[in-house]
């Protein structure tokens, strides 16, 4: 106990020391060496669920109580019989937080237009099928996003569990996993391998520890390519800014997560870039960012014009422009 005392004497957050942060929905597992997820970046989570909820085609009528389909692109054609699968990207993990809190945002938001839906039509979800993907270049995010993933995972099945659903959880991989979505056929809530059940949606997760950056990077090592969302929360504070820094940041959260070179600018820059150079954003995807103020909002913004993007910005609870994100001019 004296030794916890020295640690927030010296300053340390208390989130490496108890090894625990609350974030968006859930309580994340921390460790010194990936950065402590703040509540601002909750924006980030927000807008990019937002935006795949949106590409999904599903919305919730608040003042009916009740979920609806809504076709997107009506002058389309589309079949419901048709494999729809959504790509999300997120650079730079840490904690897994961002990733984590998107992905059971995204499966709780299915499950409840399941659970709440008298019209919902269940082929749209049978068929879709939704592929989360966190890299970064440390072993440390990675292991920590695993811890994560897996404990998140356990309390949504025990809570889904009670409304009629299954989570089953296989892996694929030493960090490759798959979540199906099951509804039980029956009245009888209780989980046996037996039950009968109707199979719903799939979620796929893959964790990789790879340098975005890198130009020989393959984005053949993941498997997949074509993504409908890109995110980051990329280091962004400027040389002048990280010297500043309070001593509780500066000497305990890792540099790497924080420091953004001269300007606090250059992630952005080099991750449209590689964005752009290795194709890998469909045409109609998104690239989402987090940002550290207003002036740096504005600078991004003119980051995507440059590459020939729509920019557009939402701000946090403070009035900030917290995020900024962008799509490609058809």
Same mark, same amino acid.
Request: hydrophobic share 35%; proline share 2%; aromatic share 16%.
């Given at each position: ?65 009740n979920f609806n389909e809504r ?39 299915c499950v409840e237009s399941i ?35 897996l404990n998140i995972f356990e ?24 979540? #199906?979505? &099951?509804?039980? !056929?029956?009245?009888? %809530?209780?989980?046996?391998? *037996?039950?009968?059940? @109707? +199979? ?68 952005? #820059?080099? &991750?449209?870039? !590689?964005?752009?150079? %290795?194709?890998?954003?469909? *045409?109609?995807?998104? @690239? +989402? ?42």
């Amino acid at each position: 106990m004296i030794f916890y005392f020295i640690r927030l004497y010296l300053s340390e957050p208390i989130s490496y020391i108890i090894k625990s942060r609350e974030f968006y929905k859930d309580s994340f597992y921390i460790e010194k060496g990936v950065l402590i997820p703040r509540h601002e970046s909750e924006i980030l989570v927000s807008s990019v669920s937002d935006c795949l909820k949106d590409k999904i085609g599903i919305n919730y009528d608040s003042k009916m109580n009740n979920f609806n389909e809504r076709i997107i692109n009506s002058d389309k054609s589309h079949n419901k019989l048709d494999i729809e699968e959504y790509k999300i990207l997120e650079v730079g993990v840490g904690s897994g937080a961002l990733i984590i809190s998107l992905i059971f945002d995204i499966l709780n938001f299915c499950v409840e237009s399941i659970y709440f839906s008298k019209n919902l039509n269940f082929l749209f979800l049978k068929n879709l099928i939704f592929s989360f993907i966190g890299i970064d270049k440390y072993e440390k995010p990675i292991k920590i996003t695993n811890i994560n993933f897996l404990n998140i995972f356990e309390k949504y099945k025990n809570e889904f569990r009670n409304k009629g659903i299954i989570l089953s959880l296989k892996k694929e991989d030493k960090l490759s996993y798959l979540i #199906e979505v &099951y509804k039980i !056929n029956s009245n009888n %809530k209780n989980y046996e391998e *037996n039950i009968d059940k @109707i +199979f719903l949606i799939k979620f796929k997760f893959q964790i990789k520890k790879i340098d975005f950056l890198k130009l020989k990077f393959e984005f053949n090592k993941i498997n997949i390519n074509n993504f409908d969302i890109i995110f980051a929360n990329p280091p962004y504070i400027s040389k002048l800014d990280y010297n500043n820094l309070d001593k509780k940041i500066k000497c305990f959260e890792p540099k790497n997560a924080l420091y953004g070179k001269v300007d606090g600018d250059f992630y952005y #820059e080099n &991750y449209i870039y !590689n964005i752009e150079k %290795k194709l890998i954003l469909k *045409n109609d995807g998104y @690239i +989402f960012f987090e940002v550290g103020d207003d002036k740096q909002a504005e600078r991004v913004e003119n980051i995507f014009r440059k590459y020939n993007y729509n920019s557009f910005y939402k701000e946090d609870y403070s009035g900030v422009k917290r995020v900024v994100f962008g799509t490609k001019k058809l």
